[in-house]
């Protein structure tokens, strides 16, 4: 079975939940403008946990071909964790997608292999799918390391996870030193770590654990470099940062896989 490819906006610490709507609005009118296809890839708006009512409303309301998620999960159930939010309030906002493990939490909120994959497993186990980052600094790539780094993060990002299970997350590999830099990935760059990430899991699972996962590219993904990087055969798709941010320019990313060339 082909896998789908998915196209997520990551808005970041952007957009209250007014500008939310705006945002949404015309960002679904732009796609069915221009005659997305949705059959062909999944667009997606990983939001700030604040506009996650506003937006639910919006896309189930208005039934719009679009999905919605949340940028990180508390790695508890529930109970005395203050200002955290769990992987059932977000399923209960009807999130299809959370992203666990972005370099930004790991950077700034110390957060670990071990960690990261508590959260996976929490949000699978409340049907929401995974979107596990993985990337290397820019001291790893230079230490020429980073493919290495990469399998390990996946490696311990797996953990405890069966095959059926691995087959439907989806991995995203984010080199930390093009991210938000403007330095994109070159797109042989892009294919070496996700052919790398498909080579691990089929090594852990099997090959056809490894054709069905999804693989994604972010760092400066932008309408004009889209293309190269997703014509690559192990990368399904793009986690979109500042980008994501301009409608006309998520919507021209999103729509990659309209056209007719491939
Ligand atoms: O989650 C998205 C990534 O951090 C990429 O961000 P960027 O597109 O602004 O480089």
């Given at each position: 079975m082909p896998r789908t490819p998915l196209m997520a906006g990551n808005?970041?610490?952007?957009?209250?939940h007014v500008e939310a709507v705006g945002f949404v609005q015309k960002l679904a009118w732009t796609l069915d403008d221009k005659k997305h296809d949705a059959a062909k890839s999944e667009v997606v708006v990983l939001v700030p946990f604040t506009d996650l009512r506003s937006v639910q409303t919006l896309i189930d309301g208005d039934r719009l071909k679009l999905a919605y998620g949340a940028q990180d999960l508390s790695a508890?159930?529930?109970?005395?964790?203050?200002?955290e939010i769990s992987a059932s309030m977000l399923a209960k906002l009807g999130c299809r997608y959370v992203a666990v493990g972005h370099s930004e939490r790991r950077e700034y909120?110390?957060?670990d292999d071990a960690l990261v994959n508590t959260k996976a497993h929490l949000a699978l186990a409340a049907g929401i799918t995974p979107i596990v980052c993985v990337g290397e600094g820019k001291d790893v790539r230079e230490s020429g390391e980073h493919v290495a780094h990469v399998v390990a993060q996946v490696r311990a990002g797996l953990a405890g996870f069966s095959a059926e299970q691995v087959a439907g997350l989806v991995i995203a590999y984010e080199p930390v030193w093009a991210i938000g830099t403007g330095l994109t990935a070159t797109p042989e760059d892009a294919q070496e770590v996700c052919a790398a990430v498909r080579a691990t899991v089929a090594e852990l699972y099997a090959e056809d654990t490894a054709d069905a996962v999804r693989v994604l590219y972010g760092g400066s993904v932008k309408s004009d470099n889209v293309a190269a990087i997703m014509a690559?055969?192990?990368?399904?798709g793009a986690l979109v940062g500042?980008?994501?941010?301009k409608v006309e320019e998520f919507s021209g990313i999103a729509r990659f896989y309209d056209l007719p060339t491939l």
């Amino acid at each position: 079975m082909p896998r789908t490819p998915l196209m997520a906006g990551n808005w970041k610490m952007n957009l209250n939940h007014v500008e939310a709507v705006g945002f949404v609005q015309k960002l679904a009118w732009t796609l069915d403008d221009k005659k997305h296809d949705a059959a062909k890839s999944e667009v997606v708006v990983l939001v700030p946990f604040t506009d996650l009512r506003s937006v639910q409303t919006l896309i189930d309301g208005d039934r719009l071909k679009l999905a919605y998620g949340a940028q990180d999960l508390s790695a508890h159930d529930a109970g005395a964790y203050t200002g955290e939010i769990s992987a059932s309030m977000l399923a209960k906002l009807g999130c299809r997608y959370v992203a666990v493990g972005h370099s930004e939490r790991r950077e700034y909120h110390h957060e670990d292999d071990a960690l990261v994959n508590t959260k996976a497993h929490l949000a699978l186990a409340a049907g929401i799918t995974p979107i596990v980052c993985v990337g290397e600094g820019k001291d790893v790539r230079e230490s020429g390391e980073h493919v290495a780094h990469v399998v390990a993060q996946v490696r311990a990002g797996l953990a405890g996870f069966s095959a059926e299970q691995v087959a439907g997350l989806v991995i995203a590999y984010e080199p930390v030193w093009a991210i938000g830099t403007g330095l994109t990935a070159t797109p042989e760059d892009a294919q070496e770590v996700c052919a790398a990430v498909r080579a691990t899991v089929a090594e852990l699972y099997a090959e056809d654990t490894a054709d069905a996962v999804r693989v994604l590219y972010g760092g400066s993904v932008k309408s004009d470099n889209v293309a190269a990087i997703m014509a690559q055969p192990d990368v399904d798709g793009a986690l979109v940062g500042g980008a994501s941010l301009k409608v006309e320019e998520f919507s021209g990313i999103a729509r990659f896989y309209d056209l007719p060339t491939l």
